[in-house]
């Protein structure tokens, strides 16, 4: 929707009188017939998406609590809640919402039809206006509380279920009789600093979209160094300055076509906020990063607002964070203060994808076994048996039975061979400084087999593209989780943790506090400095929410 669009029907809003609270009419026989063979078709055509059948229940229910009167208008004009209401939706862009999706541009028209506008209005535009503005409402508090795609689509083990509102009762409640719906959608919105922050970001960001000419920089032939002549550098000064990695004050001659200087050092914060190695070389991976036009970060940071929507309540209280794209893990205490924070490494992008989910920490073990998932060992470790029926005891693997009995640690007998294939002999590497999982992993039973561990490949955490596991997650520095996790048990003393990390024995601590656990898929960081940091799609869920975002409503539920 426009800016010019926008105001005017801002400005239409504003021409009617506040406060008139002329008792609504009952509606005629036609009128309610109308209404209600309307709510039992689940469809209104004046609406931009017509078919509400997935609210018609909530509208149904809605329009029981009056009898099937009109709730939005009184004596066939707007109540002021109703104004109110139009003018929150007319916003909703700068929540990371489309106003489109909430019939925008037609309020205008439909506010046009009723009084004070409108002299003589007749009741069919009313009964339509008030449904249309209910249908509407429902959607975009549901939208903005959780999000307008239920997270299951995308096989996110996300539950939105119980955060969902009443939402005839929750219009009844608190919107149609309120003084001020804009607070009561203020509360509707995600809590988490992070969101905050990033709403406040897309607003920077959109401002940012419209006054840059959008100008391509030039291809390069090989890297651009410090010192080189590039004649993108006049573009480039422009667009650094306009995202603030360039000082506005930094000395670039306008006339300059050389990469230098200040300009070399905002390529690297630039390339920092892009989860690139800040080289400050002008790479083609960095072209293309720069190229970039600043209206789709826009989008990128919409989609990731969409997931902070789908954000569970147990994020609240003193949660472990991994985020997949990022590369990252955040631990915070009760002030949602980042009490640890260290790189990750998560599931390769092709076959072995770290799923997205919830769930509890319970326990740590230390000096682990690492049992093998049965996928793991049909695709890769049979194969290096059949090639040396050695290989697991020069691995310091073992065959066990289901109860852990151990059946073989050295040469794989044929039989045993076929019971591996046939998943019911199993194998587990031995506790050992070749130990995949290395000396401490992070337990929150979940039916994807995940969790968090050491690893014996420390030199993966210094790439600055980290997707190499199976789907666990590998912790740059187990120790100091391990701290944090322990810290309401009596005696896990850092020397403690060292000491159990280096033993000789495996063993199981259970944690006092069990502690929520979240990994999570954002493309756009805003960090507690402001700095907006922008990662790459790497499993692909950015272009699948958005592909079924254009569809529209009714999304998958």
Known sequence: MSTRKLSAALTLIALFTVGRNAKAAELSSEGQAWLRTAIGNGSLGDLRWPDFSDYREHVKKFYEFNGYSLWWVKGLEPTAQARQAVAVMLQAGQKGLSADDYDGPRWSGRLGNLKPVAREPAEAEAVKFDLALTVCMMRYISDLHIGRVNPKHFAFALDVESKKYDLPEFLKDHVVGGNDVAGVMAQVEPPYPGYRRTIQALGTYMQLAAKDDGEQLPPIKKAIIPGDPYPGVPRLTRLLKLVGDLPAEANVPA???????????????????????????????????????????VEQMRLTLERWRWMPDSYQKSPIVANIPEFRLRAYDKDFNIAVTMNVVVGKSYGHNTPVFNDTMKYVVFRPYWEVPYSITRAELIPHILRDPDYLAKKGFEVVDSRQTVVAEGTVTSEELTQLRAGKLFIRQKPGPTNALGRVKFLFPNSYNVYMHD?????????????????????????DLALWVLRDNPGWTAERIRAAMDGATSQQVNLVHPIPVLILYATVIVLEDGLVHFYDDIYGHDASLEKVLAKGYPYPE
Do not use: M, W
Not at 256 to 285: C, M, N, T
Not at 457 to 467: G, L, V
């Open 455 to 479: 690893t014996p490949s420390p030199e993966f955490f210094a790439k600055s593209r980290r997707d190499f596991s199976h789907g666990c997650i590998r912790l740059e520095r187990p120790a």
């Open 255 to 297: 006339d300059s076509q050389i990469y230098e200087g200040a300009l070399v050092d905002a390529v690297k914060i630039f390339q920092h906020r892009h989860g690139r190695d800040p080289s400050g070389r002008i790479d083609a991976q960095t072209l293309v990063d720069l190229n970039v036009p600043l209206s789709r970060r």
